[in-house]
């Protein structure tokens, strides 16, 4: 039976790998005034209260398209409540955080750069490629920071494996494999609504299918796709993709929401094996576990807890705060990466056999 051994957190923690920006405003800097657009319930659950505790990010105004409802999120956060027009004509407000169904992301997006905001919105940062490249030269043009609030890509825990990969303990990299899939939604849920930019692939296939160009690099190519559509609208339910990147390695992404829940990815080669558990969706205090297997032991790398959520907005106010897209030459990776991935999700669409089920 292969030996076990953990190695302590700092080991790993310590190294730097390709990672993303991780921005601090600065001690004296004044916080990046946000304007959020949308009252969904994941804004007044998770991203409104971080953002209001969060000293690098102030929360002005919400709007939203019911005045009860955004009534109700103005007084829980102390804030105005505004229609959401009237909300991108205030001058006191730098940014805007959009968490409107999926449909509608590339239509505001645009309409907050127009207004001269930066723009932090949900993923997917469109419906399509096409729609991702008309709002990333938008932002271009206007010199105005634009991404996608990707939590998970602002967790340490994957510079981590970054560091493994850097330092050849994997030996010549094989295989990618990363599933992000959930239990059944409540039936009214917008996620289960075509129109609305519902189905799989755009809620939960684009995790693995980032993770998979964030640790193995551009140019990854879809090789075929499957996916359970149900039977009265055509909406994807889960799915599975076969990609390759342009080094010969293979990769297999897995996605639903029709499963018990899971999120992970693991990375195989010549010489080992890395596995993350809790890849996409870790809780603030939640302590990462790398497990690295080689042929004659098992090594356990346990990291620090990170809180994702709030150094997703910590690095977007701080690219705000250096003064835009044109400061930092390493935003244009975060425009590009959003592209890539709505080339990726079209891919599979377009590859996909589909089996029907009842749903």
């Known amino acids: 039976?292969?030996?076990?051994?953990?190695?302590?957190?700092?080991?790993?923690?310590?190294?730097?790998?390709?990672?993303?920006?991780?921005?601090?405003?600065?001690?004296?800097?004044?916080?990046?005034?946000?304007?959020?657009?949308?009252?969904s319930s994941f804004g007044w659950r998770r991203v409104l209260p971080a953002m209001s505790d969060c000293p690098e990010t102030e929360l002005v105004a919400v709007g939203g398209r019911s005045p009860e409802r955004t009534q109700r999120f103005a007084d829980r956060f102390g804030c105005t409540a505004a229609t959401t027009e009237a909300l991108l004509e205030r001058d006191d407000i730098d940014a805007v955080y959009i968490s409107l169904p999926p449909s509608l992301h590339g239509e505001w997006a645009a309409r907050a750069l127009h207004a001269g905001k930066h723009v932090l919105v949900e993923k997917p940062i469109a419906t399509t490629a096409d729609e991702?490249?008309?709002?990333?030269?938008?932002?271009?043009?206007?010199?105005?920071?634009?991404?996608?609030?990707?939590?998970?890509?602002?967790?340490?825990?994957?510079?981590?494996?970054?560091?493994?990969?850097?330092?050849?303990?994997?030996?010549?990299?094989?295989?990618?494999?990363?599933?992000?899939?959930?239990?059944?939604?409540?039936?009214?849920?917008?996620?289960?609504?075509?129109?609305?930019?519902?189905?799989?692939?755009?809620?939960a296939g684009v995790y693995p299918l980032r993770a998979a160009a964030m640790l193995l690099g551009p140019g990854l190519r879809v090789a075929g796709a499957t996916t359970r559509v149900r039977r009265s609208d055509g909406l994807d339910l889960s799915g599975q993709a076969l990609l390759v990147s342009p080094s010969g390695v293979l990769a297999s992404v897995e996605f639903g929401f029709e499963h018990a829940y899971g999120s992970f990815y693991s990375l195989w080669g010549a010489g080992a094996k890395v596995t993350v558990d809790r890849a996409f969706t870790p809780p603030a205090g939640y302590q990462p576990v790398l497990v690295l297997e080689e042929q004659d032991h098992v090594e356990k790398f346990?990291?620090?807890?990170?809180?994702?959520?709030?150094?997703?907005?910590?690095?977007?106010?701080?690219?705000?705060?250096?003064?835009?897209?044109?400061?930092?030459?390493?935003?244009?990776?975060w425009r590009q990466d959003a592209i890539a991935t709505m080339e990726l999700v079209d891919a599979v669409r377009a590859q996909a056999v589909p089996v029907t089920v009842e749903g």
């Open 132 to 203: 991702a490249r008309a709002v990333v030269a938008l932002a271009e043009d206007r010199d105005l920071v634009l991404r996608e609030n990707f939590m998970f890509l602002h967790h340490p825990q994957h510079d981590a494996v970054a560091a493994l990969i850097a330092e050849g303990r994997l030996g010549g990299l094989r295989s990618f494999r990363g599933a992000f899939c959930f239990p059944p939604l409540p039936a009214q849920d917008i996620r289960y609504v075509p129109e609305l930019g519902g189905g799989a692939l755009l809620d």
């Open 1 to 39: 039976m292969p030996a076990q051994r953990t190695t302590p957190p700092q080991q790993l923690s310590a190294r730097t790998g390709p990672s993303l920006d991780r921005g601090d405003t600065g001690a004296g800097k004044k916080p990046v005034r946000f304007g959020a657009l949308g009252t």
């Open 302 to 333: 346990t990291l620090p807890a990170a809180d994702q959520l709030s150094r997703s907005l910590a690095g977007f106010a701080a690219a705000v705060t250096a003064g835009g897209a044109a400061a930092d030459p390493g935003e244009a990776r």
